[in-house]
T-cell receptor, first 117, second 114 residues
Framework: AQKITQTQPGMFVQEKEAVTLDCTYDTSDPSYGLFWYKQPSSGEMIFLIYQGSYDQQNATEGRYSLNFQKARKSANLVISASQLGDSAMYFC??????????????FGSGTRLLVRP | DGGITQSPKYLFRKEGQNVTLSCEQNLNHDAMYWYRQDPGQGLRLIYY???????QKGDIAEGYSVSREKKESFPLTVTSAQKNPTAFYLC?????????????FGPGTRLTVL
């Protein structure tokens, strides 16, 4: 069975500083994908960044980058130059194949990030 | 604008009643999903559908039912058999196939059982 672990229930960061949110995963599939989503207090899930298991380089999207360490099975999210609007829940997710040859996402328990002014 | 809509935003239900949550998308996506989120936790998959008139149980399907009569719509019914239905419900859609299967989410429905 596949599993996603986020060990930081809550994190604080000073505005304009960088922060790293941890995510480790467990899978026996050689081919997989990892996602990070942001969930503000409004509740909707906002896609941030994706990393495929065969991607040669770490993914980057604006201020978001993914520190992908395949041997350690970790996919940590790095947010640079934190902004007050970054305060939210952050979820790591992994794509898992289903019995009918499609895919579903399994999610970690999330990390609540609070950016201090 | 393309996107996913869910209604209602807030829903109150008395014990023993069935309620239906709406999910509509105009992204032309084949796949649609329903998730449940409890306070302080991640999302858990209830049902998903890869194509019209076909759907599959997810990890916590007991007490829920769905239909997929149209590509754009994937309503979720929370039945009286669901023992603890108070939660936040999120609908998502995605293109089928391929490795990169980013899911787009709706704004969610918060269900409270009185």
């Amino acid at each position: 069975a596949q599993k996603i672990t986020q060990t930081q229930p809550g994190m604080f960061v000073q505005e304009k500083e960088a922060v790293t949110l941890d995510c480790t995963y467990d899978t026996s599939d050689p081919s997989y994908g990892l996602f990070w989503y942001k969930q503000p207090s409004s509740g909707e899930m906002i896609f941030l960044i994706y990393q495929g298991s065969y991607d040669q380089q770490n993914a980057t999207e604006g201020r978001y980058s993914l520190n992908f360490q395949k041997a350690r099975k970790s996919a940590n999210l790095v947010i640079s130059a934190s902004q007050l609007g970054d305060s939210a829940m952050y979820f790591c997710a992994m794509r898992e194949p289903t019995m009918d040859s499609s895919y579903k996402l399994i999610f970690g328990s999330g990390t609540r990030l609070l950016v201090r002014p | 604008d393309g996107g996913i809509t869910q209604s209602p935003k807030y829903l109150f239900r008395k014990e023993g009643q069935n309620v239906t949550l709406s999910c509509e998308q105009n992204l032309n996506h084949d796949a649609m999903y329903w998730y449940r989120q409890d306070p302080g936790q991640g999302l858990r998959l209830i049902y998903y559908s890869q194509i019209v008139n076909d759907f599959q149980k997810g990890d916590i399907a007991e007490g829920y039912s769905v239909s997929r009569e149209k590509k754009e719509s994937f309503p979720l019914t929370v039945t009286s058999a669901q023992k603890n239905p108070t939660a936040f419900y999120l609908c998502a859609s995605a293109t089928s196939g391929g490795m990169y299967n980013e899911q787009f989410f709706g704004p969610g429905t918060r269900l409270t059982v009185l």
